[in-house]
Structure formats: structure tokens, C-alpha cells
């Protein structure tokens, strides 16, 4: 390609490609004008805190306006030149992590986590973790993919540490910081094995180019660069899911570090991740499907499968024996991300292109639902703390005593994540099951049922500590500010949104527009 | 001059290079030796990026990928390194071994 050439894209490309990330370029203007802002200030105040909320919904109003604009429009959806796509997979999770940053800015507000003196430095950290995110859905080139998970690691890092003397938020960033730079130098050896091989990084022309390899060798006949290059791809996007044996870092992290990020790094990292994991898989598979190597996409479906159900089942027996509420809810996280890994391995395996949608529509709405549930149980658990200075579950008896409000709202969020109806957890869940019984995949679909008895126990066994344990010593009660009341209301009643009528179709509405505009390599 | 080295020759070099500092991040106790095993590994796959580069079509993305290569890992280097002399300032040691408070 000449340079000419190149001026020629940049210059027909780059009027359209910058409106289709205007969602993106509101985060990017909040982070430079919090960075500003704090030049001129002498004394901490929550100026930060505003502009980020002020950024995030920002962001959240355009993403959604975008979903609305474009949805069914025939306009080409890769921009950049190829380097991001925006399609309705793109759309939904632009939408989903702006409004979980809405949540996050106003958790940080109700529970003074950062201080005003550390909030133009969380912030910061926060949006452009949000942001490298929000890359890590859109991107279709290797490069990008690799720019974008750096991006979402590298402030996740720093807010993993961020309570600078506290000793065990310092091991906790360690940990983290020096496990992700090996994942992410391995995923970048395994992009460099595969992108050298077909001579593009571009995902869509790589996949093309890789099932045209396997139909020219007739069959079952693989590189082993290209093996290797997957490999090692998938291990860096496991270690961001957390997949066993990808997970040791996650209970640590989240024990060390607050509440606050923990639920941050649960919910928004987590969901970024199965996103990226969704489009390199299938993208890469796809194509394959055309060239009738079903095999290959059998093998590769297989090997997600064992991971998910690994990562489920390991997460679950693990959670029971905790004590500490954090790492209690990190091995829950871990066991969700394998639930969440299934419909995609199902949709890998089922050797039939007419599930794709319907399996990515699962976990979508399943992530959708995760974003409630899982906030919620974090942000209660950060006020308590708040309240009691503990996080141990020991300190938790008789907390119906002292607080009633939050003893339901964390009675609702554990019995959605255990997904008992009617609440939410139940639907996403039973969504996810049903699309394993669609493909076939029955005996993911026992190991799933059976993963949600066991994680009933340890569901139950906060809630019984929590209502019915009596306590040795009466303690004192205390209310919550109004503030941290509307927001458990708010997400107690999105738990609860199965029952209210409407509410379920339209989510239901968004996901299934949102899959139908796939953008997939034929 | 190109000829000389054939690109099995260079993909071997980069393969040893990547075994070596996966060696190291899983063997070194010091958490500055675990990132200079990282570096090896990140160098492995710039000298790949480069190889297929200068050999197949892979061509200028490769360059970019490599460009890119080297300056991420810096900013990962410069978070790590804050991140692990705030973990001196605590424990007063680099020894990832001794980081074991946060258990069951």
C-alpha cells in the first residue's frame, strides 16, 4: 500500500469513523479534563467525581443513540481502516460498560471510596480502564486487541494497589501486575506466530485465510505454529477471564484490593474479556464452518467446553470454604465466567451456524443480568465495611438486626446469582442452559445444573449467617444515606425486573438486535 | 545479506528466547527478575514481528507491530516497577515468595 493510498482511507474513513466512537471519545475528553482540572486545584474536592459521572453518561447517551441510529443501517461497520468494528455486538457492550461506569462513580460516591484528595487520580484510572474495555469489544485486528487489553490491564493495576499503605492492597497489585505482564508478553508471542503465518493481523482476512489453509490440506491436517499461536492467544485471554488454570491471581486481587474495584474488575473486566474471547473465537471459527472443517471447530468448541466447565465447577467447590466476603465473591466470579464461557463453546461445537446468535444472545443477556446482581453484592459488602470495618463473615452475624435494608438487598443479589426464580439470575441462566440443550452439548449443560447446587450452599451459607446465626453480643444498628439506599433500591429492583411486565422484553429486544448485526467473516 | 539467514533460523532464535524468559518468569523469585523474564519474552515476539516482516508479506504491519511492542511493555514496565517499590516501601523486600498474607 502506498502512502497515497493510506491518505485516501484516512481521508473517505475518518469523518464516519469518528462519529462511530464518539462513545469512546467522551471517555477520552473526561480523563484529559480530570487530568486538567486537577492543575488548577489546590485542595482535594469531588470535582473529579462529577466530570466522570458527567462522562459517563455522556458516553452511555451516545452509545445509545448510536444503537438506535445504526442498528439495521447497511453502513459498513469496520473502521479505522479495519482496526475496529462497530457492529451491534460493539454496540452493546459500549452501552453496557458505560452504564456500569455510571454505577461504579456513583458506589464511589456513596461510599467515599477514593477520598477527595486520591479522587483525580482514581478516576482517571478508572475511565481509561473503562475505555481500553471498551476497545477490547471492538477491535478486529490483532494489534488493536493487544493495545486494548494493555489498556484495560495497565489502570487496573493501579487501582488494584490504590490504597497506597494498606499492605495487602500492595501484594494484591503485585500479584496482579506481575501475572498479567506475563500473560499478555505470552499472548503477544502466540499473535506474532499466528499473524506471521497468513500475513495479516486483520481477524476476518486471517480467518479466511486460515480455513482456505485447512481446505487446501484436505481436513484434519494443522500447523502447529497455528495451534501454538491460538494457544497462547487464548491463554492471554483466559488469564483476563480468570479461566482455571488462568485464575490464581483473582481471589488475591480482589481480597486486596477494595471492595469498590474488586466489583469493578468483576464485573466490567469480566465482561470485556468474554467479549474479546467471543469475537476472537468466533470470528476465527466461522469461516471454518463455510469450509465444512468441522473438526477443527469440534476440537476447538471442545476445549472451551472442558475450560468452562473447569472454571465453574473449581469456582464453586472453591467458594465454600471462604471466610473473607471478597474471596468468597472472587471464586463466584470465576465460577460465573465459566457458566458464561459455555454458551460460547456450545456455539463453537455445534457444528451449526444457525446457533451462533442465539448462543452470544445468551451470554449477552447473561452479562447484562451479571452487571446487577454482581455490583449489587459488591457494593454491599463495601458498605458494611464501611459500617463494621470488616469483611470477614464472622462479623456478619445478626447483620438483620442492625440493618435490615441491606440484609435484603443482599439476600436478593445472592439468590440471583445463585438463580433461583423469579429472579434475574434465574432467567439468564436458564437462557444459557437452554441454548446448551439447542446445541447438544448435554453433559455441559449437567455439569452446569449440577455447579448451580453446589453454589447454592455458599450463597446460602452468608445469607443463614447473616439472618438467622444469633450474635454472641448485641451491636448497634445504623442507616444508610439516602444515596446508598436509592442505589440498592435501583438494583434490587433490576433483580427483581422478571416479575414487572415489559421491562424483560425489552432487554430481550436489545440483545436479539444486537446479535442479529454480528459481524462475521464469510 | 538477507539470504544468508534463512527465517527458520530467526523463528528458532525467537522460540529460544521465549522458553528462556518463560524459564525465568516461572523460576525467579524476584519480582524485577520476573519482569525482565517478561521483557524476553515481549523481545521474542518483536523479533518474530520483524523476521516475518522482512520475509513474507506480512511487511509494515509488522514493523507497527513491533514499534507497538516496544513501547507498551515500556508503560507496563514503568507501572510494574511503581507498583513494586510501593510493595517495598511495605514489606521491605522484591521477594514475590514473601507476598503470602492474603489467604483463606
Known amino acids: 500500500m502506498t502512502l497515497t493510498q493510506v491518505l485516501d482511507i484516512v481521508r473517505t474513513d475518518i469523518a464516519q469513523s469518528l462519529v462511530l466512537f464518539s462513545p469512546e471519545l467522551a471517555l477520552v475528553v473526561t480523563i484529559l479534563l480530570i487530568l486538567f482540572v486537577r492543575l488548577f486545584q489546590r485542595e482535594g474536592t469531588y470535582l473529579a467525581r462529577h466530570l466522570a459521572l458527567l462522562g459517563t453518561v455522556i458516553s452511555l447517551g451516545l452509545a445509545a443513540y448510536l444503537f438506535n441510529r445504526t442498528s439495521l443501517s447497511a453502513e459498513t461497520p469496520e473502521i479505522f481502516g479495519g482496526m475496529l468494528v462497530v457492529d451491534g455486538f460493539t454496540h452493546f457492550f459500549r452501552m453496557l460498560l458505560a452504564a456500569f461506569g455510571v454505577f461504579m462513580v456513583w458506589l464511589c460516591a456513596i461510599t467515599a471510596v477514593p477520598s477527595a484528595r486520591d479522587a483525580s487520580d482514581f478516576f482517571p484510572l478508572l475511565l481509561g480502564a473503562t475505555l481500553g474495555m471498551m476497545l477490547m469489544t471492538s477491535s478486529i485486528h490483532l494489534l488493536m486487541i493487544f493495545m486494548a487489553v494493555e489498556m484495560a490491564s495497565l489502570p487496573s493495576y493501579g487501582l488494584a494497589g490504590f490504597l497506597k499503605e494498606d499492605r495487602r492492597a500492595g501484594e494484591a497489585s503485585l500479584k496482579y501486575v506481575v501475572f498479567g505482564a506475563g500473560a499478555s508478553g505470552i499472548m503477544l508471542y502466540g499473535m506474532s506466530l499466528l499473524a506471521g503465518r497468513f500475513g495479516t493481523a486483520h481477524l476476518p482476512t486471517l480467518a479466511r485465510e486460515l480455513a482456505g489453509a485447512v481446505q487446501s490440506t484436505g481436513g484434519f491436517v494443522l500447523d502447529p505454529i497455528v495451534v501454538a499461536g491460538v494457544l497462547l492467544i487464548l491463554v492471554g485471554i483466559g488469564f483476563k477471564i480468570a479461566a482455571v488454570p488462568f ?118 443477556f447473561y452479562l447484562a443480568v451479571y452487571l446487577f446482581m454482581n455490583l449489587g453484592a459488591f457494593g454491599v459488602v463495601a458498605l458494611i465495611r464501611n459500617a463494621i470495618g470488616s469483611e470477614d463473615l464472622r462479623d456478619y452475624v445478626g447483620l438483620i438486626h442492625r440493618n435490615a435494608p441491606l440484609t435484603v438487598a443482599m439476600a436478593v443479589f445472592m439468590l440471583s446469582l445463585t438463580g433461583i426464580p423469579p429472579l434475574a439470575g434465574f432467567v439468564a441462566k436458564f437462557r444459557i442452559f437452554a441454548v446448551l440443550y439447542d446445541t447438544g452439548f448435554l453433559w455441559l449443560l449437567v455439569i452446569g445444573l449440577i455447579n448451580t447446587v453446589f453454589s447454592l450452599f455458599y450463597y446460602v451459607k452468608v445469607l443463614r449467617v447473616m439472618i438467622v446465626d444469633q450474635p454472641e453480643v448485641e451491636r448497634p444498628g445504623w442507616q444508610l444515606a439516602p444515596l446508598a439506599m436509592a442505589f440498592n433500591a435501583v438494583l434490587v429492583l433490576a433483580n427483581l425486573a422478571p416479575l414487572a411486565p415489559g421491562v424483560w422484553p425489552a432487554l430481550q429486544a436489545v440483545t436479539q438486535s444486537a446479535v442479529s448485526w454480528l459481524h462475521l467473516p464469510y | 545479506m538477507t539470504e544468508a539467514i534463512p527465517l527458520q533460523a530467526v523463528l528458532i532464535v525467537s522460540a529460544a528466547m521465549f522458553v528462556c524468559g518463560a524459564l525465568c518468569m516461572a523460576t525467579k523469585r524476584n519480582a524485577v527478575g520476573i519482569l525482565m523474564g517478561v521483557e524476553l519474552v515481549l523481545n521474542a515476539s518483536n523479533l518474530n514481528f520483524v523476521a516475518f516482516a522482512q520475509y513474507t508479506p506480512f511487511g509494515l504491519d509488522g514493523q507497527m507491530f513491533a514499534l507497538f511492542g516496544i513501547v507498551m511493555p515500556a508503560a507496563e514496565a514503568a507501572i510494574a516497577l511503581a507498583i513494586i517499590l510501593n510493595f517495598y516501601n511495605n514489606h521491605l523486600t522484591v521477594d514475590v515468595d514473601r507476598a503470602n498474607e492474603l489467604k483463606l
Not at chain 1, 288 to 311: E, H, K, R
Not at chain 1, 327 to 345: D, E, K, N, V
Request: glycine share 6%; hydrophobic share 55%; charged share 10%.
Open chain 1, 247 to 364: 485464575h490464581f491471581w483473582c481471589p488475591d486481587v480482589f481480597q486486596g484490593a477494595s471492595a469498590e474495584v474488586a466489583g469493578f474488575l468483576s464485573v466490567a473486566s469480566k465482561a470485556a474479556a468474554l467479549a474479546l474471547l467471543a469475537r476472537f473465537s468466533l470470528t476465527l471459527a466461522y469461516p471454518l464452518f463455510a469450509a465444512d472443517s468441522t473438526a477443527i471447530t469440534g476440537a476447538l468448541g471442545l476445549t472451551l467446553g472442558l475450560l468452562a466447565a473447569v472454571t465453574a465447577t473449581y469456582g464453586n467447590l472453591a467458594a465454600y470454604a471462604q471466610t473473607n466476603l471478597k474471596r468468597l465473591l472472587a471464586f463466584s466470579t470465576i465460577a460465573h465466567a465459566g457458566y458464561m464461557m459455555m454458551p460460547i463453546a456450545a456455539a463453537i461445537g455445534a457444528q451449526s451456524e444457525s446457533l451462533y446468535r442465539p448462543a452470544v444472545d445468551a451470554v449477552l
